[in-house]
């Protein structure tokens, strides 16, 4: 049982890793550069630094939600 928990809470982490990484990787198409950090600051600075581009704002959005 344990490990089991051990497995989900690695994959959900690889999974928090992956999307972070393709909004950083969406963000420098556009020349925002985000800072690492954990993901309550990270949503909040994403959600600063999108605000101001139209084309970047929804989308970002969309993979906070996701």
Do not use: Y
């Not at 969406?26 to 800072?35: D, N, Y």
């Amino acid at each position: 049982m344990v490990r089991a928990l051990i497995i989900a809470h690695k994959k959900l982490i690889g999974l928090r890793d992956i999307s972070e990484n393709k909004i950083r990787g969406l963000a420098m198409v556009f020349g925002v550069r985000l800072l690492c950090g954990l993901s309550l600051h990270f949503t909040e600075q994403v959600l600063q630094a999108s605000q101001g581009i139209a084309r970047l704002s929804g989308p970002m959005q969309g993979l906070l939600a996701a």
